[in-house]
């Protein structure tokens, strides 16, 4: 009985902490309003951060991440040129970037989380072998089953700052590909946002 109640309570502390990048609360005059901050994945686990960047001027298209443990610290990050076409292939992209990269640092108790509802809607399902991204998609899987424990999450993109600025970076900059072992001093802010959340009337 302690056994089955130590693992539902380890799902529920898993499970709470991939579905709560937004707290609600009662504001000024009584009105519902949201606190949309990134939360620390549980104890022993680690948090892939992704996103991706595109832009309509230059044609530059790029994904960024991070990997954070569960006291928030910035493990290592990473920027990358990407040759894509679509919003959804730098999401899947960044994704696969990031699952890759836990996977050279060792890491077994992953949550890889994104902006993009439609990039985890996507991996959590079988796809066509006809669907255009059907490729990239059975790429991310293959690297995700190399750990022990994985779990999919979506997460507003207004928590998801620190991901964004990363990928933002690479149109920037235009270097290929890069690791970052600690935090860039351009990233400061929007880590310190993420941490600290901002408040917002609705959440969509």
Aim: charged share 20%; with cysteine.
């Amino acid at each position: 009985m302690t056994r089955l109640y130590n693992i539902q309570q380890q799902y529920q502390a898993i499970t709470t902490a991939i579905n709560t990048d937004q707290k609600a609360f009662i504001g000024k005059q009584g009105r519902i309003q949201y606190l949309l901050k990134w939360f620390p994945p549980p104890n022993h686990w680690y948090k892939v951060n992704t996103d991706g960047a595109f832009s309509a001027t230059t044609g530059r298209a790029a994904c960024g991440g991070v990997i954070q443990d569960t006291c928030g610290s910035f493990i290592t990050g990473f920027g990358s040129h990407l040759p894509c076409a679509s919003a959804l292939e730098v999401e899947l992209w960044g994704l696969l970037r990031g699952a890759r990269l836990a996977k050279r640092k060792g890491l077994q108790n992953v949550i890889l989380e994104t902006d993009s509802a439609l990039a985890i809607k996507l991996v959590n399902e079988r796809v066509s072998a006809t669907y255009l991204c059907s490729s990239l998609i059975e790429q991310i899987k293959e690297a995700a089953s190399y750990f022990k424990v994985v779990m999919w999450s979506h997460i507003l993109r207004e928590a998801n700052s620190l991901a964004d600025c990363l990928a933002k970076a690479v149109l920037d900059e235009g270097f290929g590909y890069r690791e970052f072992r600690s935090p860039p001093s351009f990233t400061l802010v929007p880590l310190l946002h993420d941490g600290v959340g901002s408040v917002a009337d609705s959440v969509s």
